[in-house]
Protein backbone atom coordinates (compact mmCIF):
# COMPACT_ATOMS: atom_id res chain seq x y z
CA UNK A 1 0.00 0.00 0.00
CA UNK A 2 1.16 3.47 -0.74
CA UNK A 3 2.35 5.73 2.36
CA UNK A 4 -1.10 7.93 2.82
CA UNK A 5 0.64 10.51 4.87
CA UNK A 6 0.67 13.07 1.80
CA UNK A 7 -0.57 12.64 -1.95
CA UNK A 8 1.74 14.47 -4.48
CA UNK A 9 -1.05 14.06 -6.63
CA UNK A 10 -4.78 14.09 -6.52
CA UNK A 11 -7.81 13.63 -9.48
CA UNK A 12 -10.85 14.83 -8.09
CA UNK A 13 -13.98 13.97 -10.90
CA UNK A 14 -11.69 14.77 -13.81
CA UNK A 15 -12.99 14.61 -17.26
CA UNK A 16 -11.42 15.81 -20.33
CA UNK A 17 -13.18 16.59 -23.63
CA UNK A 18 -11.21 17.28 -27.51
CA UNK A 19 -13.53 17.79 -30.48
CA UNK A 20 -16.66 16.55 -28.60
CA UNK A 21 -15.22 13.18 -27.75
CA UNK A 22 -14.63 12.97 -23.65
CA UNK A 23 -11.37 11.27 -23.57
CA UNK A 24 -11.33 11.24 -19.72
CA UNK A 25 -15.02 10.69 -17.53
CA UNK A 26 -14.70 11.44 -14.11
CA UNK A 27 -11.68 10.56 -12.86
CA UNK A 28 -10.51 10.06 -9.72
CA UNK A 29 -7.32 8.82 -8.32
CA UNK A 30 -4.83 9.53 -5.42
CA UNK A 31 -0.95 8.55 -5.78
CA UNK A 32 0.88 8.07 -2.80
CA UNK A 33 4.10 9.54 -1.73
CA UNK A 34 7.20 7.04 -2.57
CA UNK A 35 4.92 5.15 -4.83
CA UNK A 36 4.83 4.01 -8.43
CA UNK A 37 1.15 4.37 -9.69
CA UNK A 38 1.50 2.45 -14.06
CA UNK A 39 -1.27 3.84 -16.05
CA UNK A 40 -1.96 0.26 -18.09
CA UNK A 41 -4.44 0.11 -21.33
CA UNK A 42 -4.63 0.39 -24.56
CA UNK A 43 -4.21 3.23 -27.04
CA UNK A 44 -7.03 5.73 -26.57
CA UNK A 45 -7.94 4.93 -23.39
CA UNK A 46 -6.44 8.18 -21.44
CA UNK A 47 -3.85 7.60 -20.13
CA UNK A 48 -1.39 9.69 -21.61
CA UNK A 49 -3.77 12.50 -21.08
CA UNK A 50 -3.95 11.49 -17.68
CA UNK A 51 -0.15 11.51 -17.11
CA UNK A 52 -0.09 15.08 -19.36
CA UNK A 53 -2.91 16.88 -16.92
CA UNK A 54 -0.56 16.02 -14.15
CA UNK A 55 2.44 18.62 -15.43
CA UNK A 56 -0.58 20.97 -17.00
CA UNK A 57 0.23 19.82 -20.27
CA UNK A 58 -3.34 19.64 -20.71
CA UNK A 59 -6.09 21.16 -18.37
CA UNK A 60 -9.07 19.18 -17.10
CA UNK A 61 -12.62 20.02 -18.58
CA UNK A 62 -14.14 19.40 -15.06
CA UNK A 63 -12.84 18.42 -11.99
CA UNK A 64 -9.91 19.23 -10.03
CA UNK A 65 -6.42 17.93 -10.49
CA UNK A 66 -3.80 18.64 -7.03
CA UNK A 67 -0.48 18.83 -7.62
CA UNK A 68 1.66 18.89 -4.39
CA UNK A 69 -1.29 20.13 -2.75
CA UNK A 70 -2.64 22.71 -5.24
CA UNK A 71 -5.34 23.05 -7.95
CA UNK A 72 -2.67 22.62 -11.01
CA UNK A 73 -4.64 25.26 -12.01
CA UNK A 74 -3.75 27.51 -9.68
CA UNK A 75 -0.01 27.17 -9.95
CA UNK A 76 2.24 28.83 -12.66
CA UNK A 77 2.49 26.18 -15.54
CA UNK A 78 6.62 26.44 -15.87
CA UNK A 79 7.58 26.53 -12.23
CA UNK A 80 5.15 23.31 -11.82
CA UNK A 81 6.87 21.44 -14.75
CA UNK A 82 10.50 22.59 -12.86
CA UNK A 83 9.16 20.43 -10.04
CA UNK A 84 8.29 17.59 -11.95
CA UNK A 85 10.58 15.08 -14.14
CA UNK A 86 9.39 14.12 -17.62
CA UNK A 87 10.80 11.15 -19.21
CA UNK A 88 9.24 10.06 -23.15
CA UNK A 89 10.32 7.34 -25.47
CA UNK A 90 13.57 7.93 -27.06
CA UNK A 91 14.34 10.60 -24.11
CA UNK A 92 13.46 13.46 -26.24
CA UNK A 93 16.54 15.23 -26.24
CA UNK A 94 17.79 18.58 -28.12
CA UNK A 95 19.84 17.23 -30.85
CA UNK A 96 22.72 20.40 -31.11
CA UNK A 97 23.19 19.56 -27.19
CA UNK A 98 25.43 17.69 -25.40
CA UNK A 99 24.48 14.74 -23.37
CA UNK A 100 25.68 16.97 -20.29
CA UNK A 101 23.82 19.78 -21.18
CA UNK A 102 20.88 18.28 -22.10
CA UNK A 103 20.63 16.38 -18.23
CA UNK A 104 21.48 19.88 -17.13
CA UNK A 105 18.71 21.91 -18.62
CA UNK A 106 16.68 22.14 -16.00
CA UNK A 107 19.15 23.06 -13.89
CA UNK A 108 20.84 25.68 -16.24
CA UNK A 109 16.70 27.33 -16.17
CA UNK A 110 16.67 27.32 -12.58
CA UNK A 111 19.65 29.39 -12.52
CA UNK A 112 22.57 26.93 -10.97
CA UNK A 113 26.34 27.64 -11.68
CA UNK A 114 28.05 26.25 -14.22
CA UNK A 115 30.54 23.50 -11.53
CA UNK A 116 27.02 22.58 -9.61
CA UNK A 117 25.35 21.87 -13.19
CA UNK A 118 28.71 19.63 -14.03
CA UNK A 119 28.72 17.97 -11.00
CA UNK A 120 25.13 17.32 -11.40
CA UNK A 121 25.21 15.74 -14.62
CA UNK A 122 28.12 14.25 -13.47
CA UNK A 123 26.56 11.87 -10.78
CA UNK A 124 23.31 10.97 -12.60
CA UNK A 125 25.48 10.07 -15.52
CA UNK A 126 26.48 7.23 -13.29
CA UNK A 127 23.75 6.55 -11.90
CA UNK A 128 21.90 5.60 -14.76
CA UNK A 129 25.26 3.71 -16.08
CA UNK A 130 26.91 5.78 -18.75
CA UNK A 131 30.30 6.55 -17.77
CA UNK A 132 30.60 10.86 -17.88
CA UNK A 133 33.95 10.87 -19.52
CA UNK A 134 32.94 8.61 -22.20
CA UNK A 135 29.36 10.16 -22.70
CA UNK A 136 29.29 13.73 -21.18
CA UNK A 137 30.86 15.39 -24.17
CA UNK A 138 28.58 13.19 -27.16
CA UNK A 139 25.46 14.31 -28.83
CA UNK A 140 22.31 12.28 -28.77
CA UNK A 141 23.02 11.13 -32.54
CA UNK A 142 26.57 9.26 -31.18
CA UNK A 143 24.43 7.33 -28.88
CA UNK A 144 22.32 3.97 -29.01
CA UNK A 145 17.97 3.95 -28.42
CA UNK A 146 19.06 2.76 -24.47
CA UNK A 147 21.86 4.97 -23.93
CA UNK A 148 19.27 7.75 -25.09
CA UNK A 149 16.57 6.75 -23.10
CA UNK A 150 19.53 6.57 -20.44
CA UNK A 151 20.41 10.19 -20.42
CA UNK A 152 16.31 11.22 -20.55
CA UNK A 153 16.09 9.59 -16.99
CA UNK A 154 19.16 11.10 -15.96
CA UNK A 155 17.54 14.69 -17.13
CA UNK A 156 14.33 14.31 -15.39
CA UNK A 157 15.95 13.46 -12.13
CA UNK A 158 18.46 16.66 -12.85
CA UNK A 159 16.79 19.09 -10.47
CA UNK A 160 15.54 16.49 -7.76
CA UNK A 161 11.98 16.43 -8.54
CA UNK A 162 9.19 15.53 -6.14
CA UNK A 163 7.91 13.49 -8.81
CA UNK A 164 8.44 12.18 -12.20
CA UNK A 165 6.59 11.51 -15.31
CA UNK A 166 6.76 8.90 -18.04
CA UNK A 167 5.33 8.26 -21.10
CA UNK A 168 6.15 4.59 -22.54
CA UNK A 169 9.75 5.63 -21.99
CA UNK A 170 10.83 2.56 -23.25
CA UNK A 171 8.56 1.28 -25.74
CA UNK A 172 10.79 2.04 -28.88
CA UNK A 173 13.86 -0.06 -27.47
CA UNK A 174 14.52 -3.80 -28.73
CA UNK A 175 13.52 -6.72 -25.85
CA UNK A 176 16.58 -6.94 -24.63
CA UNK A 177 17.71 -3.23 -24.04
CA UNK A 178 14.25 -2.68 -22.39
CA UNK A 179 14.10 -5.77 -20.20
CA UNK A 180 17.29 -4.27 -18.96
CA UNK A 181 16.22 -0.86 -18.44
CA UNK A 182 13.33 -1.92 -16.76
CA UNK A 183 14.91 -3.61 -14.51
CA UNK A 184 17.66 -0.69 -14.07
CA UNK A 185 14.76 1.62 -13.58
CA UNK A 186 12.70 -0.56 -10.46
CA UNK A 187 15.78 -0.79 -8.63
CA UNK A 188 16.24 3.31 -9.19
CA UNK A 189 12.71 4.24 -8.00
CA UNK A 190 13.06 1.85 -5.03
CA UNK A 191 16.70 3.05 -4.04
CA UNK A 192 15.22 6.59 -4.51
CA UNK A 193 12.21 6.39 -3.03
CA UNK A 194 10.87 8.01 -5.73
CA UNK A 195 6.98 9.07 -6.52
CA UNK A 196 6.21 8.28 -10.27
CA UNK A 197 3.31 8.02 -13.08
CA UNK A 198 4.54 5.46 -15.26
CA UNK A 199 2.52 4.71 -18.55
CA UNK A 200 2.16 1.79 -20.42
CA UNK A 201 0.47 -0.38 -22.36
CA UNK A 202 2.46 -3.53 -21.20
CA UNK A 203 1.05 -5.62 -18.63
CA UNK A 204 4.54 -7.40 -17.62
CA UNK A 205 6.46 -3.96 -17.14
CA UNK A 206 3.61 -2.48 -15.24
CA UNK A 207 3.82 -5.83 -12.92
CA UNK A 208 7.44 -5.11 -12.59
CA UNK A 209 7.59 -1.63 -11.94
CA UNK A 210 4.44 -0.71 -10.30
CA UNK A 211 3.40 -0.40 -7.03
CA UNK A 212 -0.50 0.19 -7.93
CA UNK A 213 -1.43 -0.13 -11.11
CA UNK A 214 -4.38 1.84 -12.56
CA UNK A 215 -6.13 0.05 -15.69
CA UNK A 216 -7.87 2.44 -17.65
CA UNK A 217 -10.46 2.00 -20.31
CA UNK A 218 -12.55 4.72 -22.31
CA UNK A 219 -11.17 7.49 -20.03
CA UNK A 220 -12.03 5.47 -16.31
CA UNK A 221 -10.21 3.47 -14.15
CA UNK A 222 -11.29 0.09 -14.54
CA UNK A 223 -8.87 -1.20 -11.83
CA UNK A 224 -6.90 -0.15 -9.26
CA UNK A 225 -4.25 -2.51 -6.92
CA UNK A 226 -1.26 -3.78 -6.49
CA UNK A 227 0.27 -6.62 -9.13
CA UNK A 228 -0.84 -8.99 -6.55
CA UNK A 229 -4.18 -7.77 -6.44
CA UNK A 230 -4.02 -7.49 -10.32
CA UNK A 231 -3.26 -11.28 -10.63
CA UNK A 232 -6.93 -12.16 -9.18
CA UNK A 233 -8.79 -8.57 -10.54
CA UNK A 234 -12.05 -10.15 -11.36
CA UNK A 235 -12.31 -7.66 -14.09
CA UNK A 236 -13.22 -8.63 -17.70
CA UNK A 237 -10.43 -5.91 -18.61
CA UNK A 238 -7.62 -7.30 -16.61
CA UNK A 239 -8.76 -10.95 -17.45
CA UNK A 240 -7.85 -10.44 -20.85
CA UNK A 241 -4.33 -8.95 -20.11
CA UNK A 242 -3.44 -11.77 -18.01
CA UNK A 243 -4.27 -14.13 -21.11
CA UNK A 244 -1.50 -12.48 -22.85
CA UNK A 245 0.95 -13.69 -20.87
CA UNK A 246 -0.29 -16.72 -20.14
Not at 22 to 39: A, P, Q, T
Request: proline residues 4%; aromatic residues 6%; charged residues 25%.
Amino acid sequence: MPDVSTFPVVFRSVSYEAGGTKILNGLDLSIGKGEVVVLLGESGCGKTTTLKMINRMIEPTAGTIEVFSRNTLDQDSIELRRRIGYVMQEGGLFPHMTVAENVAIVPTLAGWDSGRKRERAEELLSLVGLEPAKFAGRLPHELSGGQRQRVGVARALAAEPELILLDEPFGALDALTRTRLQREFAELTKDLGMTAVFVTHDLHEAMLLGSRIALMDHGQIVFLGSPEEFSDADVPLARAYLETIG
